[in-house]
């Protein structure tokens, strides 16, 4: 069983930071033609009742602005050292609005 966590989107470098994710507020409900976006999502496997970072090479994403739309793999990054929320296997994409 898979489960997707920690869903994030900005424009390009306007990410949060903040220490807790969750004192970010909502993502932006609103993008304009060639903005550049960020995307992340955490994926989580449930193995043997505990829940472990999900590591493959083929996630995929889809992301429509009335016409055209993106359908493209996402890539995964480490990153060690980093608070508990950010251990998850994150995914992510960086593209320019349509």
């Known amino acids: 069983m898979l ?13 949060c930071k903040e220490a807790n994710i969750d004192d970010c507020g909502p993502n932006p409900e609103n993008y304009k033609i060639e903005d550049n976006v960020e995307f992340y999502i955490n994926i989580e496997q449930l193995t043997e009742g505990e829940w472990h970072p999900y590591v493959a090479d083929d996630i995929q994403m889809q992301f429509r602005m009335l016409d055209p739309y993106y359908q493209v793999i996402l890539e995964r990054v480490e ?3 980093t608070p508990e929320y950010e251990k998850m296997s994150t995914y992510t994409y960086a ?3 349509p």
Do not use: D, Y
């Not at 489960?3 to 990410?15: F, I, P, S, T």
């Open 3 to 15: 489960r997707a966590v920690n869903l994030r989107h900005n424009k390009k470098g306007e990410a």
């Open 79 to 81: 990153r060690p050292g």
């Open 95 to 97: 593209f320019r609005t």
